[in-house]
Each structure stands twice: as structure tokens, then as C-alpha cells.
């Protein structure tokens, strides 16, 4: 062994705890100046710790001013205030009600944090805890603008009770009241607004106080006894079938009538009415009420309920026929046909395409148009034309009543005139027929004798000549199917009787 060896193999290895020790010495060392260093920095300098935030808005790593900026764009210029009755929601701003958030003193509040008096277990939690820090907001409530704005907003909010309306129920009439309204409690609303100021601001939603205001019914039970006679009146539809000249009357069920009841209050005074709005479902249910095969058709005459039902005049429906047929007969031809069944000859044929007029089968059916076809405008209430051809009469009927009676004259053999019911269709003060070159004053169109051709009631007529026919016939047939009148009552007649008229011609 050399000395070179004699001295290396004198020098003692260094203890592995000395190096650990070492180790953890100079760790805690530099983990004690970090932890000085983070200290001092957020003591006396540096920006807002990390992860706080002031509600749901984060402020962490900014300067004061910056802090102060953020807080007053997102906690009064962005948010929104849902306020609402509890029924219904309105939007506004919180600074609207004087709710907002003092910016500043919440920006000092942040920034204070981890440089206060709890700024080490503030300081632990900012670096080794991955939780936000929370602060609160610093809020501020002005009632003052508060009561200024709920002021302004009592037009949007409240509303009044409405009137108190009418029951019916087992055949009695009642007062029951209308829906609540609702008053806004402006003082009562800014007391809750103070005590709860940010849970609102936080949450955004004002609940406004309110209370409800009954809708009043002693009025309207003291004037009760005078209505209920109005009330127990019937409302009536009558079905008139211009065909037979026969009326049929249905009174509206009063628990139906019940429900189109309304109670209106003018100047204060109860006022009654009907409402429309149900009665053509009615109407329609009429239809079933008819077994033999009309149906109900409906004038264009507004229905003015109300009126009708405090006059007691009731509504008025047409009853329409239907199309029916007929088994030929023998030694029927198609002109006794028509007579028969009263509708004219060229209306046959067109209802049977193919039909010859002059071989009709014995016992084949014939289609025959609805008589109600003869009548294609409005009915004419009221007033109705009776023409006997056997007798040669005329008698105008109003309201049921015979007001005039006149002699006439109907058409002859070769050319008869048409029984059925018809109506008064055009007014012509003097018209031509080229047929026979006649001028017929005070013409009154009633029915078609073929297509374009229009018979009808008129005075003594003329030839182009100037000389009138028939000035001593009348009482007796004479012309070639119209019915003829002397000139007085001719002209009587076309003033009285509007287009719509009924006018009814028997054999």
C-alpha cells in the first residue's frame, strides 16, 4: 500500500442524515422566505389575491381600481331585476328601486383579504386551497328612490276588482263577486327591500308586497229583486217556414241563457246583457229539433240578443224544405206535375237530366226540387201576397192581418199561371215583354216561367200602340201568366211590397 492510498481510504463518507437534514433545513428555509415574501407582497403591495371574488364575480389578480370597475359593470349595470307579484314578472335594473353595490368599499373589501387580521389563514387558503374566497358585496339601499319608483309603478301593477257578476243555480239568480284586484304596498314593500337588500340584489328578484281588494257584491244584492224579472225572461227563436206560412217557437234553456248573462255597471247602474258568443252553437243544435227533413237557415240579419231579450221579440230562422220525389201516375203529363207539386215545369227537367217531357213512365220516380228554391232571397217578415186563381182575388196580408183585397186577373188556359209560393224578386216601373208587345207598368217579378223569362204582378198592360188590354176582363183569365191589377192598385202594390216578399198562389 502506497501513501497515496493511505490517504484516500482515510476520508469518512458524510451521513445520509446529515444530507436529509441539510435538505429539510435549506426546503424550510426557502418555503419560510416564499411564505415572507408572499406575505409582504400582499401586505403592503400587489394586486387582490387569487380566487376571490365578490358573489359570482371574480376579482382576484386586479388592482383596486380595476376590482372597483368590474364589481359596479357587473353588479349594477349588467344585472337584472325580476320583479313580480307572485302572477306576473316585470324586468328592470336594481339601481331603478335604489339597490346597488358600493364598487370602492367592495374593492377595498377584496383587496384587503389576506392583508387584515385573519391575512394568514387568508394567505393559506389563497395559496394551498383551491376554493374561491367569497366576500360580500358592500350594498346600499336608497328608500327614498325606492318609494319614488314603486310610486311610479302602482299603474303597472295594480289593478281594481273586477264588478261582481250573477250565479244562476236551481232556478234562482244570485250575486256572486268577480275576481280580486290588486293593491301595491308600497310601504311595506321598502321595509322588506331594507331588511333583505342584498339576498335581493344576489338572487334578482323583488318580490313586491301586495294585497287584494275583494270585489264588492252588497251593491249589487240590493238591486238584484229589480233585475230578476228581466232575467227570468224567455229568449225565444222562432222558426218561420214561408212554405206553409207556419212558425215554430223554442224558448233557450235558462240554464243556457245563464251563461251568456253579463252584468255591465254604467254610471252605476247595473246594466244586462247577452253575450253572442254561444248562440250559433245553439242555433245549430235546432237542426236535430226537425224530424221531417227542413233545416234551419239563418237570415244575415245581425242577432241584437240583448234587445231581443228585453223586448221579448224573438229570433227569427227560415225553415227550408228539401228535394223530394214523385212516382208518376198514370195520364200524368209533366205540365200536371208541376201544378201539382208546385214548382215549374223547366225545374223538373233540369233536377232529372235525360227526362222526356212528353214520355213519362208510369210509376218511375221523378226528382223534385226543394220549393224553398222559389224563394232565393231574404224572407220578408211580416208580409205576404194571396192569390186565388179560382177566385180571382188578391189579398195583402200584414202581420197576419188582411189589409186589402183587390180583383185580378190570372193567365189563361194555353198559358195558366203557376201555383206555388214564390216572392217579390225585381221591381221594374214599366216592363216590356217583346213576346207579345206588351208594356206591363208597375212590374213585379215573382217567378220564372222558363229560364229568362220572369212572370210577375203588374197593371193593365199596353201594346206598343198605346191601346191598353183588359181594362173589363179583370175578374177572370186573360193574360199569358201573369197576374193583373188595375193601375191604382198595381201601383199601391209596388210601393208596399219590398224584394222578399211572400206572395202565394192556390188554384
Excluded at 281 to 286: N, S
Excluded at 382 to 387: E, F, H, S, V
Excluded at 460 to 485: E, F, H, K, Q
Amino acid at each position: 500500500m502506497n501513501i497515496a492510498e493511505r490517504s484516500t481510504s482515510s476520508i469518512a463518507p458524510i451521513p445520509r442524515w446529515l444530507v436529509a437534514g441539510l435538505t429539510a433545513a435549506v426546503l424550510i428555509l426557502l418555503g419560510g422566505w416564499l411564505l415572507a415574501g408572499v406575505y409582504v407582497y400582499y401586505r403592503f403591495a400587489g394586486p387582490v389575491a387569487p380566487r376571490v371574488m365578490v358573489g359570482d364575480t371574480p376579482v382576484g389578480g386586479l388592482s383596486d381600481a380595476q376590482a372597483a370597475e368590474r364589481v359596479d359593470q357587473r353588479w349594477n349595470r349588467e344585472r337584472v331585476l325580476l320583479v313580480t307579484d307572485g302572477e306576473r314578472y316585470w324586468q328592470a335594473q336594481p339601481l331603478d328601486f335604489g339597490l346597488w353595490v358600493d364598487p370602492a368599499a367592495t374593492a377595498r373589501q377584496a383587496y384587503r383579504v389576506g392583508r387584515g387580521e385573519r391575512r394568514f389563514q387568508e394567505l393559506w387558503q389563497v395559496i394551498f386551497d383551491r376554493q374561491p374566497l367569497e366576500i360580500r358585496p358592500q350594498v346600499v339601499f336608497s328608500p327614498t328612490i325606492a318609494v319614488e319608483r314603486l310610486r311610479n309603478w302602482r299603474g303597472l301593477v295594480e289593478y281594481a276588482p273586477e264588478p261582481p257578476q250573477l250565479s244562476y243555480a236551481g232556478g234562482e239568480w244570485c250575486a256572486v263577486p268577480g275576481a280580486a284586484g290588486i293593491a301595491l304596498d308600497v310601504e311595506a314593500t321598502v321595509r322588506l327591500m331594507e331588511q333583505n337588500a342584498e339576498v335581493i340584489l344576489r338572487s334578482g328578484v323583488l318580490t313586491l308586497v301586495t294585497r287584494r281588494l275583494p270585489s264588492p257584491t252588497a251593491d249589487l244584492e240590493a238591486r238584484l229583486p229589480s233585475l230578476v224579472e228581466q232575467l227570468n225572461r224567455p229568449l225565444r227563436v222562432e222558426g218561420y217556414d214561408p212554405i206553409l206560412d207556419r212558425s215554430e217557437v223554442w224558448d233557450v234553456p235558462p240554464e243556457l241563457l245563464a251563461e251568456w248573462v253579463r252584468l255591465d255597471w254604467e254610471s252605476g247602474e247595473p246594466r244586462l246583457r247577452l253575450d253572442e258568443i254561444g248562440f250559433p252553437a245553439y242555433l245549430e243544435g235546432l237542426q236535430n229539433r226537425l224530424t221531417d227533413g227542413r233545416s234551419v237557415w239563418l237570415p244575415p240579419d245581425p242577432y241584437n240578443l240583448s234587445e231581443r231579450w228585453v223586448s221579448g221579440t224573438p229570433y227569427t230562422v227560415i225553415l227550408r224544405h228539401p228535394p223530394t220525389t214523385y212516382t208518376v201516375q198514370p195520364g200524368d203529363t209533366l205540365l200536371s206535375i208541376s201544378y201539382r207539386v208546385q214548382i215549374p215545369a223547366w225545374m223538373i227537367l233540369r233536377a232529372n237530366p235525360g227526362l222526356n217531357p212528353d214520355v213519362l213512365p208510369t210509376g218511375s220516380a221523378l226528382t223534385i226540387p226543394s220549393r224553398s228554391d222559389l224563394l232565393p232571397l231574404p224572407v220578408v217578415i211580416g208580409k205576404r201576397i194571396l192569390i186565388s186563381i179560382s177566385a180571382q182575388r188578391m189579398t195583402v196580408v200584414e202581420n197576419g192581418q188582411p189589409i186589402r183585397e183587390f180583383v185580378i186577373s190570372t193567365g189563361i188556359d194555353r198559358s195558366p199561371t203557376q201555383p206555388g209560393v214564390f216572392q217579390v224578386q225585381t221591381h221594374v216601373a214599366e216592363a216590356y215583354a217583346s213576346v207579345w208587345d206588351l208594356t206591363m207598368p208597375y212590374f213585379l217579378g215573382i217567378y220564372e216561367a222558363w229560364p229568362g223569362f220572369m212572370n210577375g204582378i203588374h197593371g193593365l198592360p199596353t201594346l206598343s200602340s198605346g191601346r191598353r188590354l183588359w181594362a173589363g176582363n179583370l175578374g177572370r183569365p186573360v193574360s199569358y201568366g201573369c197576374i193583373i191589377l188595375d193601375l191604382p192598385a198595381a201601383e199601391w202594390l209596388y210601393d208596399w211590397a219590398q224584394n222578399g216578399v211572400v206572395v202565394e198562389i192556390r188554384e
